[in-house]
């Protein structure tokens, strides 16, 4: 019996607390997390990308141009734009845009080009197969229609793609904090097994490799307290109740008034070259 990894998919993402409690505030969420997010990445001196791009260093030469959708504040733009010809960074949020141009800067990078769209609104005709590689990395969770996405992503490359979800059960900033405010399990449901099945059913036949992909979370207690409360604001309204479990949370958490907290998360990087 064939399986509908699709439908399977779309089943899944409703209970998933990716999609089932966020409330739909579309791009601005971006815009308003784009600080934290540069913050993180910075402190962490690129690693987290840089892990994922280890996993496909194998295929990439400094002659490629390539995709990078929903690039964020520059994960893994950045890294990738110091080994290849050019990295054209799409993300519909201007504020991830910005805080990307600005470290594109300050790394005195010059071969990214930003555009500030949604995948979606991509013109498949005019991007024709323009890239070499084209990646997207924790991106793809936010697509219900993601097979048709993955077969626009598979088109709009001439040799390689590479797309990338976390793998299992993921232990980040917010899993311990969930329960205590949201009073549910914290579940993704949702991860790269569908998406390895979906391009399977479609003759895509990926190689897989599982990295670690945990990150530390370092911040002064009210830095903390405020991305936390910028966070649940997603799902919930932030009432005072809410605001005190924050507060408490991170004040035991803290040691000498600074939070820190180590997450423990895997990601699979999927990729495969087109034509085989
Ligand atoms: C979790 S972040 C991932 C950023 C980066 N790729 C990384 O790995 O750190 C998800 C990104 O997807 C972007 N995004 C949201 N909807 C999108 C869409 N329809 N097309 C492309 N990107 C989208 C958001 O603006 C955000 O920057």
Not at 21 to 29: A, F, L, S
Not at 108 to 129: F, L
Request: charge should be negative; glycine fraction near 8%.
């Amino acid at each position: 019996m064939e399986i509908d990894w699709e439908q399977l998919w779309i089943d899944a993402r409703k209970d998933s607390v990716l999609t089932k409690y966020r409330k739909d505030v579309g791009v601005e969420i971006w815009d308003r997390g784009a600080d934290y997010y540069i913050d993180a990445i910075k402190k962490n001196g690129y690693e987290y990308g840089q892990q994922r791009i280890e996993a496909i260093k194998g295929i990439i030469k400094p002659d490629f141009e390539v995709l990078d959708i929903g690039a964020g504040p520059g994960t893994l733009a950045i890294p990738l734009a110091k080994l290849v010809k050019k990295v054209t960074a799409l993300d519909p949020s201007k504020g991830m845009i910005k805080v990307l141009e600005e470290s594109a800067v300050a790394e005195g990078i010059g071969n990214i080009e930003t555009v500030n769209e949604t995948w979606q609104e991509v013109d498949d005709a005019e991007i024709g197969e323009r890239f070499d590689l084209v990646i997207t990395s924790d991106v793809l969770w936010q697509f219900e229609d993601v097979g048709k996405q993955l077969m626009r992503i598979h088109d709009a490359s001439r040799k390689y793609c590479c797309v990338i979800l976390h793998a299992g059960l993921t232990d980040d900033l917010v899993s311990e904090l969930w329960s205590k405010i949201m009073d549910k399990e914290y579940d993704f449901g949702i991860d790269y097994i569908y998406i390895y099945n979906i391009l399977y059913s479609k003759g895509i036949y990926a190689n897989v490799g599982v990295t670690d992909s945990g990150y530390t979370f370092e911040n002064s207690v009210n830095d903390a307290i405020g991305f936390y409360e910028y966070l649940f604001d997603l799902y919930t309204e932030i009432t005072p109740r809410i605001k005190e479990i924050i507060r408490n949370y991170v004040l035991e958490n803290a040691v000498n008034g600074v939070y820190r907290r180590d997450t423990k998360l895997k990601s699979a990087v999927m990729w495969w070259k087109k034509g085989i």
